[in-house]
Structure formats: structure tokens, C-alpha cells
């Protein structure tokens, strides 16, 4: 079975430093990859994905993640946050089989402070 | 990426009364529908996969006489909460298959049973 873990509930950091928002995963075969941002009351935003290729990947709004296979895991970063990154973040996996949907984690508040 | 549209964007209803929501695929054909709910400050919750044409596939414990959902078209599938109570109050949210790889969504349904 597929699963996923964000293992903090909110992620504090002032506006300017780095953050890290973590996910680690389990999944039979390769892992898709995802980061989703929401804003309050709105869809899913698509932030970036890890299908093949190289471990570091880059997305919307200067982030980023690492794909490490070894530690099955997939954070996500940025390296000098804003507080407009203030948000809910999802990461998410499934297989790379054809119609199978994406598994969530619980999610993590981002919030960055002035 | 892909533009995906829902309606109505929110919907308060009496406790009985059935409420449909459409989730329209704009900008390209989605053979596979994805149905999610997301109750407050909790992950997104896969609720049923939908293929064009054939009966949707519900994940376990979903009430499928419920939760009508009908993939009619390759632009526009239905969500049908029928005999709505205030425990069916939620959040949600389409994902029509995948654009290279990735998943997107719809904006949301909120939806209130009073």
C-alpha cells in the first residue's frame, strides 16, 4: 500500500531564512512525487514533481526538493522564504501505473512571520 | 498546466435535500475523474475514481448510493450528495486524470448541510 508522512503538523521560520517542509513515503515500484500548495478555502496549487531523472527538483515560486531514495524521502525547500508562502503544503505520491490516484499526506501549515 | 472548473464554488443546503456539483475539464480531455473530500485542517481523501463512460470505482467506506458520481463526457463529471446531513459537510474537489504525469484540480465545492 501507498503512504505518505509529513511528520509536522506547521513548519515556523521568519521571512528571509530557508525552510524545509518534510515528507517521507512508501510506495511498491517507483514513486511520482508531488508537492501541492493550498491557500485557505481554494484547490490544490501543483508546486513541483519527481517522475525520473535528476534528484533535485525545482518548481513554482522558487522551490525545490530532493528526491533521496535511500531515505525514501522528498523535501521540500526553499531558500529564502516570504511570508505570501504562508499556506497548507501536501505532499503526495503514487505509482507509475495508468488511473491510480494520488495518496496525501496529512499536510503542514507553513507559517512565516516578519 | 490544466484549467479545471467547478460549480457552485460553495452551497449551503437543508438536511434531505440532494446537491449536485460539476467539475468541467477546460482545456483538455479527461478519460479519469478523481472525487476527493477534505474536511477542515485534514488531508485530502480520495472518495472515487470515475472512467468516462463505465461506473465509478468508490474507495471503502464511501457510500456509493450516496455519492452519485457520473463521467458522462470526457469534459464534465458530476458529484451528486444525495440526502445530504450535516456530516456530508465538506470540502470537495475534482482531479480530472493526469497532464503529463501531474494532477490537477478544481477550486473546491464547499459545501454546508444545515
Known amino acids: 500500500a501507498q503512504s505518505v508522512a509529513q511528520p509536522e503538523d506547521q513548519v515556523n521560520v521568519a521571512e528571509g531564512n530557508p525552510l524545509t517542509v518534510k515528507c517521507t513515503y512508501s510506495v511498491s515500484g517507483n514513486p511520482y512525487l508531488f508537492w501541492y500548495v493550498q491557500y485557505p478555502n481554494r484547490g490544490l496549487q501543483f508546486l513541483l514533481k519527481?517522475?525520473?531523472?535528476?534528484?533535485l527538483v525545482k518548481g513554482s515560486y522558487g522551490f525545490e526538493a530532493e528526491f533521496n531514495k535511500s531515505q525514501t524521502s522528498f523535501h521540500l525547500k526553499k531558500p529564502s522564504a516570504l511570508v505570501s508562502d504562508s499556506a497548507l503544503y501536501f505532499c503526495?505520491?503514487?505509482?507509475?501505473?495508468?488511473?491510480?490516484?494520488?495518496?496525501f499526506g496529512k499536510g503542514t501549515t507553513l507559517s512565516v512571520s516578519s | 498546466g490544466a484549467v479545471v472548473s467547478q460549480h457552485p464554488s460553495w452551497v449551503i443546503c437543508k438536511s434531505g435535500t440532494s446537491v449536485k456539483i460539476e467539475c468541467r475539464s477546460l482545456d483538455f480531455q479527461a478519460t479519469t475523474m478523481f472525487w476527493y473530500r477534505q474536511f477542515p485542517k485534514q488531508s485530502l481523501m480520495l472518495m472515487a475514481t470515475?472512467?468516462?463512460?463505465?461506473?465509478?470505482?468508490?474507495e471503502q467506506g464511501v457510500e456509493k448510493d450516496k455519492f452519485l458520481i457520473n463521467h458522462a463526457s470526457l469534459t464534465l463529471s458530476t458529484l451528486t450528495v444525495t440526502s445530504a446531513h450535516p456530516e456530508d459537510s465538506s470540502f470537495y474537489i475534482c482531479?480530472?486524470?493526469?497532464?503529463?504525469?501531474?494532477?490537477?484540480f478544481g477550486p473546491g465545492t464547499r459545501l454546508l448541510v444545515l
Open positions: 519527481y517522475i525520473t531523472g535528476d534528484n
Open positions: 482531479s480530472p486524470d493526469y497532464v503529463q504525469e501531474t494532477q490537477y
Open positions: 503526495a505520491v503514487r505509482d507509475g501505473q495508468a488511473g491510480t490516484a494520488l495518496i
Open positions: 470515475s472512467n468516462e463512460g463505465s461506473k465509478a470505482t468508490y
